[in-house]
């Protein structure tokens, strides 16, 4: 899939970060091309979720470089990293539990309604078109992610798949260009897992954006993958698309042993 | 859709049950069926709900313990105490007008306190934010305690050390030290606290039920969570603070102006845990409880006072009562259910008829 000529919509160099003594990721180096959906995979403390971390600017890497659509990350901090386009779900869910399902939508596309604290105390007509544009929004969200029946609910109630696909409708909700999915398909049932895949491509095609997603179910990975990259120890194990990496010896050896 | 009904819902119960207090206990209180001992708390009621409804923006939707409230309401009301002395100096006399602009003085004064604490306090979180808030609270008063201010045709005079202001003769004390506040021309009444009370709800409903009022709620449930979505945490718990130091302004503001006198100590700790029980007992977040547990814990000692010594014991006996209520699940869901059934028999009253 990744053609030379194509301009990656992120670019990873030489990344790495160390926690006191401990290097947790080394030398990573990535590339995500647009409207691609890209597997992160490596076993059990590979650093997967540490690679999230520096790419949301949660945590700020000790070395090498993150460019997203050329422009270096390296001053941003997590809520500038939302606005220059990243969103990402949680590996254990971050919901807004006390608020509605419609409600945790809306507070995603935060940076999108731009109307004052006067317009809302006023009432303004401003604030008005711009909720009525957000609340119309909200709801095509909620119907793209099968929770319209949910809306008013609050998101805490919400049973366990449902909650994961609330988490992935509010991070669509920030408009990104890359969405980081962190397990998506964890604790779900074979059914719903089914689904879920059906659901990450759709958002693809719909919203143009490249997904990048840490996963354990190999099925899925290989199954909804263009392009998949292996982890282990914090280092690049292999690279390339799922019959590639399928085949690789090295990447057998990882996960199963010698 | 739905959702956008709860909420009108939500804030139109609010509104019509303070238009309807408003409206009973006027009507009550000139047919002189309150009697004195109750007309006379009208205002103080509608100053607690003021600030108690501005913590609650705090405590209940940013989810941060202010334990300061009582000082935010200390500066609007010596605000007030001051600003009224200089108009009157100046022959501005008007009951209504002084009135408007005390209060608008002492929302800005403790609006601005509140910023400007907000800048190294916001830093911190839970606890320390508690503490910190407490502090603030205390250095208020017992620094208005020391404080000598009066007003002459030279302007103003100030001190910490009495008798050392230097008036002219034509010149009037307006903060005396410990004594506090003297010599107020007051200017509050029910009308005023009333429509403080509705300015107060609308202002917070409407900030709740918008983008930053989203915003601060998502930041309370899941912090990490809402700065990758994009929303600068410190700003949105920065807006909650202001919001509600302002309304402690507010409403120190219309009470300084309903007492001739009175004194910073007023403003003490008690004060502000005595406003985070009318919080905690309405319903963190929620409005209109707090606005009738407000109501009710002022009035509630008054009525009490024939149990003489053992007024305070049955009070608290009370409170623990309504905190067992208003937290037990089962009961709460018994009330949910007795109000869903009473709507139901409202719209289907055929059903239950042929039943």
């Known amino acids: ?258 | 859709m739905k959702r956008k009904l709860n909420v009108n819902r939500n804030s139109a119960v609010s509104y019509s049950i303070v238009i309807a207090l408003y409206i009973a206990l006027s009507i009550m209180s000139a047919s002189g069926l309150l009697g004195r001992k109750y007309s006379s708390l009208l205002v103080p009621v509608c100053c607690y709900i003021v600030a108690a409804i501005g913590l609650n923006m705090n405590v209940g939707i940013s989810g941060e313990l202010n334990l300061g409230q009582a000082g935010f309401m200390s500066l609007g009301a010596f605000t007030a105490v001051i600003v009224a002395g200089a108009l009157n100096f100046h022959g501005i006399t008007a009951p209504a007008l002084v009135l408007l602009i005390c209060i608008i003085c002492g929302t800005l004064v403790a609006g601005f306190l509140g910023w400007l604490m907000s800048i190294p306090v916001l830093k911190l979180e839970g606890d320390y934010l508690a503490i910190v808030t407490l502090a603030f609270g205390q250095i208020i008063v017992n620094i208005i305690n020391n404080v000598y201010l009066g007003i002459d045709e030279n302007g103003l005079h100030f001190s910490f050390v009495n008798n050392t202001l230097q008036m002219q003769p034509d010149g009037s004390v307006l903060i005396s030290g410990p004594m506090g506040a003297t010599g107020v021309k007051t200017a509050s009444n029910f009308t005023a606290g009333f429509l403080l009370v509705l300015i107060s709800l609308i202002v917070v409903y409407h900030i709740m039920y918008s983008r930053n009022g989203r915003a601060i709620m998502a930041c309370r449930d899941n912090r990490i969570a809402a700065s990758t979505v994009g929303i600068n945490a410190v700003a949105e718990k920065t807006l909650a603070f202001v919001v509600s130091a302002a309304l402690g302004g507010a409403a120190g503001a219309l009470y300084g102006m309903n007492y001739s006198s009175f004194a910073a100590t007023k403003f003490d700790f008690n004060l502000s845990i005595l406003i985070l029980v009318y919080v905690v007992l309405g319903g963190l977040g929620n409005m209109t409880g707090t606005i009738i547990a407000t109501t009710l814990l002022v009035v509630l000692p008054e009525m009490l006072r024939f149990l003489s010594i053992y007024r305070m014991l049955i009070y608290a006996v009370v409170l623990i009562v309504i905190m067992i209520v208003t937290n037990n699940q089962a009961i709460r869901m018994k009330l949910k259910a007795l109000r869903k059934g009473k709507a139901g028999n409202g719209s289907g009253k055929g059903a239950s008829v042929n039943g």
Do not use: W
């Open chain 1, 1 to 258: 899939m990744a053609e030379e000529n194509r301009q990656p919509i992120l670019e990873v160099q030489d990344l790495g970060i160390d926690f006191g003594g401990l290097t947790a990721v080394n030398n990573l180096n990535m590339k995500i091309y647009p409207e691609q959906i890209d597997g992160l995979i490596g076993p059990n403390g590979a650093g997967k979720t540490t690679v999230f971390n520096m790419l949301t600017k949660v945590y700020q890497p000790t070395r090498g470089k993150i460019f997203l659509e050329g422009k270096d990350m390296e001053k941003l901090n997590p809520v500038e990293a939302s606005h220059a386009g990243i969103a990402r779900t949680f590996q254990n869910i971050r919901l807004f539990y006390n608020m509605s399902v419609i409600d945790n939508v809306k507070t995603g596309m935060h940076n999108h309604i731009r109307y004052s604290n006067f317009d809302a105390i006023f009432r303004t007509g401003r604030f008005r078109r711009e909720e009525k544009e957000a609340q119309k929004e909200a709801e095509e969200l909620l119907e793209i992610f099968h929770l319209s029946q949910y809306a008013s609910l609050t998101a805490g109630n919400l049973p366990y798949g449902q909650q994961r696909r609330l988490e992935i409708a509010r991070a669509m909700a920030t408009r990104p260009k890359l969405l980081l999915l962190d397990e998506p398909a964890a604790g779900m049932n074979p059914q719903e897992t089914e689904e879920l895949m059906a659901m990450i491509r759709e958002v693809r095609d719909h919203f143009k954006i490249a997904i990048l997603l840490i996963e354990h179910d190999m099925q899925l990975v290989m199954r909804i993958c263009e392009h998949i990259t292996v982890l282990n120890y914090g280092m690049l194990l292999a690279e390339g698309t799922p019959q590639e990496i399928q085949n690789n010896p090295e990447v057998i050896k990882a996960y199963i042993g010698d």
